[in-house]
């Protein structure tokens, strides 16, 4: 059984140790907010946070994450309130296909809880393994630089704290803990994976 928070709820999943993050995080507890691009960890299309820090979860054991805190896409925004990063996508009209943005944000968010006054070396660092097919680059910087820049937003408290919410659905709780039985839903083998991620960006 592996064991993790994810969004602020303690989980439990009865899956292949070796399965990746992401398949699980996908397939099983039925959060896809996060994408699948490149299968190799290179792409950033399947970035979350692990323990706050951001993982490519398409490479990554579900094993990895046995006792960790997870925050995905689906963890950001309080409710109905998007978080000011996001927010700051939406002013900018970042997203063009919008296939990357979750792992884009993602990564954004990661920079900004380590350094709220970002140069726009350090932002180019931070964001310079997340591919974006359709060239949002520069919306993406200036969505970041609003955020720096609407120094409210930043001291409306951690971001960090922000990121616990969740609209995942469980087949069982049991003393708190959502279970999750691997019969529910099986893992997509690799090709499966590949034209399901296909499908979604058309």
Known sequence: MIKFEINGKPTALDVDPNAPLLWVVREVIGLTGSKFGCGM???GA??????GEPVRTCVLPVSAANGQRITTIEGVADGETLHP???AWVDENVPQCGYC??????????LLEKNTNPSDKDIQAAMAGNICRCGTYPRIEKAIKRVINNKQSLQQGSLKESLINTSASSSNTA????????????????????AKATRETM
Request: proline share 5%.
């Open 85 to 87: 990063v996001q927010q």
């Open 41 to 43: 960890g290179l792409c």
């Open 46 to 51: 399947c970035t979350m946070h692990l323990n």
């Open 175 to 194: 003393n708190g803990v959502e279970i999750y039985e691997p019969a529910k839903r099986e893992l997509p083998n690799e090709a499966d994976a590949v």
């Open 101 to 110: 943005q979750s792992g884009q944000i993602m990564s954004a968010l990661a």
